[in-house]
Nanobody, 116 residues
């Protein structure tokens, strides 16, 4: 199995920055792709940023130019650097891992609140 634990969320002012981390453990060598999702109350969960094992990235249009997804393989950690935060970014951010055998795992999430 794969276990994912997010951290780094918190309360920031509009225009501020946060760096989210997702620590992976377990069968990490089976991970094909990882991504950050977010869900705000009353809204559908959306993919914020994705990263494949080959290094390809994709971002939601709403965060392009502001957020950067990266990974540190030595630390088995996925990151999401969030700059120029807006109140609209307020959500529960969750880490997802897609395994080569067709299974996927989720962390419990970390809350990001951006005040205006």
């Amino acid at each position: 199995q794969v276990q994912l634990v997010e951290s780094g969320g918190g309360l920031v002012q509009s225009g501020g920055s946060l760096r989210l981390s997702c620590a992976a453990s377990g069968s990490i060598f089976s991970i094909n792709a990882m991504g950050w999702y977010r869900q705000a109350p009353g809204r559908q969960r959306e993919l914020v940023a994705g990263l494949t094992s080959g290094g390809s990235t994709n971002y939601a249009d709403s965060v392009k130019g502001r957020f950067t997804i990266s990974r540190d393989n030595a630390k088995n950690t996925l990151y999401l650097q969030m700059n120029s935060l807006k109140p609209e970014d307020t959500a529960l951010y969750s880490c997802n891992a897609d395994l080569t055998e067709g299974m996927d795992y989720w962390g419990k999430g970390t809350l990001v609140t951006v005040s205006s």
